[in-house]
């Protein structure tokens, strides 16, 4: 009766391991919700989406959606600060080179930094207070920022010594505003 007990206990065990195996991968939030927004909206790269958010999301524990549209944001925020700071650094250094429109330019660039690098902050705390339409607000404003400076060089015609940071904040921004308008319409479905 012993032997009996425990080939049933054995036989238990193997099928246990057998299901362990086949369980489903937990899914991938960061690969999932980039894919998904990439295909709703032409301005997210898909790949640059993955390789900014991943760490970022994987540091907070980010497990689910409000908290990722939440993490892009403060990613955002993070990359607006760091280009006003670029902004800056210009200024101070290219003085006397730069044309008084060049300086126009780069102020008015650290300016509008500085505002988006304020919004998108406030945008992540009104998602992490349940206020996803007002920070949609807020991050559509900062969307707006990196154009308005590339456009300030373009129209004189003056080469953007800001190309890179304006092109990252615009995906960062970009991305979290998609983010936050997936939860909104997931939000709104129920």
């Known amino acids: 009766m012993t032997t009996g007990y425990c080939s049933v206990f054995f036989l238990y065990l193997l099928l246990q391991q057998s299901f362990a195996i086949h369980e489903p991968a937990a899914p991938d939030l960061v690969g999932d919700t980039c894919k998904q927004i990439a295909g709703d ?26 908290s990722l549209a939440a ?33 126009s330019c780069l102020e008015s660039c ?3 930094f500085s505002k988006a690098a304020y919004d998108l902050e406030e945008a992540a705390e009104m998602i992490a207070a349940g206020s996803f339409d007002d ?22 015609g003056v080469e953007s010594p800001l ?16 983010i936050t308008a997936r939860l909104l319409k997931i939000l709104n479905t129920y």
Not at 75 to 102: H, I, M, P
Not at 163 to 178: H, T
């Open 110 to 112: 650290r300016e509008l």
């Open 163 to 178: 190309e890179k940071e304006d092109s990252d904040l615009f995906q960062l921004a970009v991305i979290a505003l998609a």
């Open 41 to 66: 909206d032409p301005n997210v790269d898909s790949a640059f989406c993955v390789d900014s958010l991943r760490p970022a999301a994987s540091a907070a524990g980010c497990d689910d959606l409000p």
């Open 71 to 103: 993490v892009s944001s403060r990613l955002a925020a993070a990359n607006a600060t760091g280009a006003e700071a670029v902004a800056k650094v210009a200024l101070e250094e290219g003085d006397q080179r730069l044309s008084q429109y060049e300086k």
């Open 135 to 156: 920070a949609d607000v807020r991050m559509s404003s900062a969307v707006d920022a990196p154009a308005m400076c590339e456009e300030g060089f373009r129209e004189g």
